[in-house]
């Protein structure tokens, strides 16, 4: 919900917003999770702007759009490609459409957890 507080507070039209997964990164000793959102945003609110390289670049409310090529060039932080790797792995096991998820069948011969353990008759 804050993500799309976010983006209505700041009138970014956009449309399928979806939470894509969660990126731990730990830089020092700071431990660090990132939630990861995507969205589809109107093209009509996205401005083209020069940068200092007079390369053209996509900006939106201070937020800077790049494609792959233009974000493996820049000086990036781990965490950032994390997330960008995130949404590849997201990409390639969608295979840009839904699956039904498929169930396992059990093996009769693999035991349960349940097993390993004794249960304690507690005596009065």
């Known amino acids: 919900q804050a993500v799309e507080n976010y983006l209505e507070e700041r009138k970014i039209v956009h449309n399928k917003l979806q939470k ?10 700071i431990n660090m ?6 969205a589809v945003v109107a093209p009509s609110a996205v401005t083209t702007g020069e940068d200092s390289n007079s390369s053209s670049q996509q900006q939106l409310h201070g937020m800077q759009f790049a494609t792959l090529d233009e974000f493996n060039e820049k000086g990036t932080s781990t965490a950032m490609k994390k997330v960008v ?3 590849q792995s997201a ?5 840009g ?3 039904k998820l498929e169930t396992k ?3 009769p011969k693999q035991r349960s957890i349940n097993c390993f353990f004794k249960s304690v008759k507690k005596e009065n």
């Open 85 to 87: 790797k995130l949404l």
């Open 97 to 99: 459409k839904k699956r």
């Open 105 to 107: 069948s059990v093996d």
């Open 91 to 95: 990409a390639a096991s969608d295979g």
């Open 33 to 38: 999770s990132y939630v990861v959102y995507t």
């Open 20 to 29: 894509k997964g969660v990126v731990n990164h730990v830089f020092s000793h």
